[in-house]
């Protein structure tokens, strides 16, 4: 998987791959044109190999840093097509990679497979379940 920042020209591609706003609510727009023009965000696009045409690269997953005073929030989302094959993990690592901690991550508690990211990386629950339905996860890895 390669990294390369996301962009406004990314929106057609963010909009394709959460029609139903799993991954945003309100605007998508307005959603993606905060956090471009934001300081505070790092968003990237996951390319990985196409299958079908050697040297060729489809973007797959989408993740952020957002820079707080006191840690690092880390969010990712793979398309729907390309889920159940390690991708959302592998982003999840490379986001970690770039950071110190402590990290945090806001998963939705409906979201076991975000969960099981978020052990692999060596996080564990902080505080009980937020209104929105969601838990922060926290690490401290060195």
């Not at 394709?16 to 300081?39: C, H, Q, S």
């Not at 592998?90 to 402590?102: D, I």
């Not at 990290?103 to 939705?108: E, G, R, T």
Request: with cysteine; net charge positive.
């Amino acid at each position: 998987m390669i990294l390369r920042s996301c962009t406004m020209a990314d929106l057609s591609l963010l909009e394709e791959w959460d029609p139903t706003g799993e991954m945003w609510v309100g605007d998508k727009r307005e959603w993606l044109e905060k956090r471009v023009n934001d300081n505070a965000y790092y968003m990237f696009i996951g390319d990985i190999n196409a299958l079908s045409t050697p040297y060729t690269r489809v973007p797959a997953t989408w993740g952020a840093i957002k820079v707080e005073p006191e840690y690092f929030v880390l969010s990712w989302f793979t398309a729907p097509k390309y889920r159940n094959r390690g991708y959302a993990i592998k982003m999840a690592e490379l986001l970690a990679r770039m950071v110190s901690p402590p990290c945090k991550a806001k998963i939705n508690a409906n979201r076991p497979y975000s969960e099981r990211i978020a052990i692999r990386l060596g996080m564990r629950p902080e505080g009980g379940l937020l209104e929105t339905g969601e838990k922060w996860w926290v690490s401290f890895w060195q």
